[in-house]
């Protein structure tokens, strides 16, 4: 079946503005998470949702930056008044997240946000 | 704070040699590890994993230890094939047995390069 998949899979705006990032997660997942992976590092947790809940949003790093998932499925991250120092490739991945154990990730391709 | 670390950003062995990652983790807490691996323009993609009751676990080709009093772990690939070539990410999750968020903290990836 469909694996992760992200739109767009590149973004250029400009300082200040605001985007939108979307994630389909492989249907039947109930676990989203939305990592952010700057140039050289490894990519770092942003938001859990188990449904359409935000079961962790820890790793946000301030308040310009918010994600829905209304109806359990598709995931929306918002950067509101973009930085240059957002600029990163955003990772989704879901997973079955099953009551028990882990459950392992698929990452979809990531959006490559250029903010100029 | 770097709760996971890859010490050695890049690697080259020839191909049919072993190939050794390493991997370690400051955070007592994590009890699951998995290995990442990704190539250019594409999300990360599962390896392999290992739970913190366990020493060893295989794969085919790969195999990753754990050595928990050192909090260390290293991923072994023999043969190692030139499609081996990408960028390879060991991550950490805590609370495996909790049932918690599973978010995965990730090291900042070593780029295996596998000579014909």
């Known amino acids: 079946g469909a694996g992760v998949s992200q739109t767009p899979s590149n973004k250029v705006t400009e300082k200040g503005k605001y985007v939108e990032l979307r994630c389909d997660p492989i249907?039947?997942?109930?676990?989203l998470y939305w990592y952010r992976q700057s140039l050289g590092q490894g990519p770092e947790f942003l938001i859990y949702?188990?449904?359409?809940?935000?079961?962790?949003d820890s790793g946000l790093p301030n308040d310009r930056f918010f994600a829905v998932r209304p109806e359990g499925s598709v995931s929306t991250l918002k950067i509101q008044r973009t930085e240059r120092g957002d600029s990163a490739v955003y990772l989704c991945?879901?997973?079955?997240?099953?009551?028990?154990?882990?459950?392992?990730?698929?990452f979809g391709p990531g959006t490559r946000l250029t903010v100029l | 704070d770097q709760q996971v670390k890859q010490n050695s950003p890049s690697l080259s062995v020839q191909e049919g040699r072993i190939s050794i990652l390493n991997c370690d983790y400051t955070n007592s807490m994590f009890d699951y590890f998995l290995w990442y691996k990704k190539y250019p323009a594409e999300g990360p993609t599962f390896l392999i994993s290992?739970?913190?009751?366990?020493d060893k676990n295989e794969d085919g080709r790969f195999t990753v230890f754990l050595n928990k009093s050192a909090k260390h772990l290293s991923l072994h690939i023999v043969p190692s094939q030139p499609g081996d070539s990408a960028v390879y990410f060991c991550?950490?999750?805590?609370?495996?047995?909790?049932?918690?968020?599973?978010?995965?903290?990730f090291g900042t990836g070593t780029l295996l390069a596998v000579q014909p």
């Open positions: 949702f188990q449904g359409t809940g935000a079961a962790d």
């Open positions: 991550a950490a999750s805590a609370n495996f047995y909790g049932g918690a968020t599973n978010k995965l903290i």
């Open positions: 991945a879901s997973s079955l997240n099953e009551a028990s154990g882990y459950n392992e990730q698929f």
């Open positions: 290992i739970s913190s009751i366990k």
């Open positions: 249907s039947g997942h109930t676990a």
